[in-house]
């Protein structure tokens, strides 16, 4: 929506189809920076959820799943926390760039929930550093598609616009391409989102019409990290000690393959 929004929005300008004053680049940027700040603290959300999937906290994940719709009221406090530091651009420069100089009160608000993201990421590598390899490996990767995403996006614009501030790089490329990537957020997200559901139904679809063991045991190792709100803590305490068992012994046959290869 973030990027629909965005893009929607500069297009009908650049036909003329919204009136070019300053109110109507007000309200452009107004949506963009409350939808940005929803969009952090559902990065933040899913860097959490992780965590919790990590932690196999059946508790946190049901309370993060019921909290999901508090990040609209969030993102308008911290809005209008920012919204008197914003140096809105005039509408003879295409209302397309914020003045990076003037937005101390955004980068700082941003590079905090990308720290909180970063740290919950860090507490989900530590939880599987005694799992076995094949799971630990998994999670890693799962976790640093979407942090790297964060960082690309609303990290980049953010870091250039604390040095912008303190007078410490200026560039017109750079400003350009962070502000693309910022727009780019939600569907570089969603790609990753995507990506990742392909993978899973495509290990249900090889579990389903190959009927062997090694494609059962991909698909009980990849749920290891789906909590499921609703179901049962014994069902689900079942379903994650059989993954860990079924990842336990691929790892043990993965490094007596490779003994084996080397001697």
Known sequence: AFSVYRIGFQTLWV??????????CHAL????????????????????GFMAACLQNSQM?????????????????????IEPTLDYPPPRNDCAYLNKHRELRWACTVLSLVTISILAYAISAAKTANLPKVMRRRALLRGSTYI??????????????????GGILESVLLDKVSTIMLTLNGALN?????????????????????ADIP????????QYFDLQVGVDEIIHDAQRQAALNIAAVASARCSHADSFGGS
């Open 148 to 165: 790297i995403n964060f960082l690309l996006t609303f990290g980049f614009r953010a870091a250039l616009s604390l040095l912008a501030f």
């Open 15 to 24: 036909a003329n189809m919204i009136p070019h004053t300053s109110m109507a």
């Open 61 to 81: 994940s049901r309370i993060l799943w019921h909290a999901l719709p508090l990040s609209v009221p969030l993102a308008a406090g911290l809005f209008l926390y």
């Open 29 to 48: 940027w107004n949506g963009v920076v409350s939808m940005g700040l929803m969009s952090c603290i559902v990065e933040v959300h899913i860097a959490v």
């Open 190 to 210: 969603v790609m990753t989102y995507m990506s990742w559901m392909y993978h899973t139904k495509k290990l249900s679809a090889n579990a389903a019409a190959l």
């Open 215 to 222: 494609s059962r045991e991909q698909l009980i190792i990849d």
